[in-house]
């Protein structure tokens, strides 16, 4: 089991933060965290309504406030949104409050899954592919510096995926225990 209490998910959209998170947590029986659903509760509005009104600046800044707030939870399951990592605050937050998990997925795989998604504003315009394929040249080394594991995500199902998840953070906190 996680020697720390907590679960943190980052990495890029549609890797499965979200979805696969939700069944670590029932795996784990511990409560789910979604940070986006966090902060819609939080506002009343969608993600989508913030950077409408307040643009990603005003976005980031919720983003960090509730990121600090949920992460001092325990237990818990944390997903968090694809550009958390951007923060330096954030990015010490998850590294020293949880054992963080890194879900990967390339481009081709991002557009399979994101085809019909309407609700990512950061994806709303222009050519998909050149935007994502920007966002992974940033947050990839950010991902890489948070991260304690990281996992190949691309499977074409979400009970497998969450499964390997399961899987290599077994054998990670394993060898952690003999380590020890
Ligand atoms: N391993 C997977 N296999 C197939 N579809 C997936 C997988 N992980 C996520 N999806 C689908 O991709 C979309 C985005 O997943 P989501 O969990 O919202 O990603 P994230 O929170 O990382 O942006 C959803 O429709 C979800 O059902
Ligand atoms: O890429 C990003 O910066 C964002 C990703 C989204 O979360 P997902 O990773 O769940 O798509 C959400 O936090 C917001 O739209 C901004
Ligand atoms: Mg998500």
């Not at 948070?146 to 691309?154: E, K, Q």
């Amino acid at each position: 089991m996680n020697p720390a209490r907590n679960l943190f998910l980052i990495g890029p959209t549609g890797a499965g933060k979200t979805t696969v998170g939700r069944r670590l947590a029932g795996h784990y029986g511990l409560p789910f965290v979604d940070l986006d659903q966090e902060i819609e509760r939080h506002c009343g509005v969608s993600v989508a309504t913030i950077f409408e009104l307040e643009g990603e600046t005003g976005f980031r800044r919720r983003e960090r406030a509730l990121l600090d707030a949920c992460t001092q939870r325990a237990p818990v399951v944390l997903a968090t949104g694809a550009g958390a990592v951007l923060d330096a605050a954030n990015r010490r937050h998850l590294a020293e409050r949880g054992f963080v998990l890194w879900l990967d997925v390339d481009v081709e795989r991002q557009l399979e899954r994101l085809a019909h998604d309407r609700h990512r504003p950061l994806l709303a315009a222009g050519d998909r592919r050149a935007r994502l394929a920007a966002m992974a040249e940033a947050r990839t080394p950010l991902y890489r510096e948070t991260a304690d594991l990281a996992v190949a995500a691309g499977e074409a199902d979400v009970a497998a995926t969450a499964a390997h998840c399961i899987e290599l953070l077994e054998r990670h906190w394993q060898r952690a225990s003999v380590a020890a």
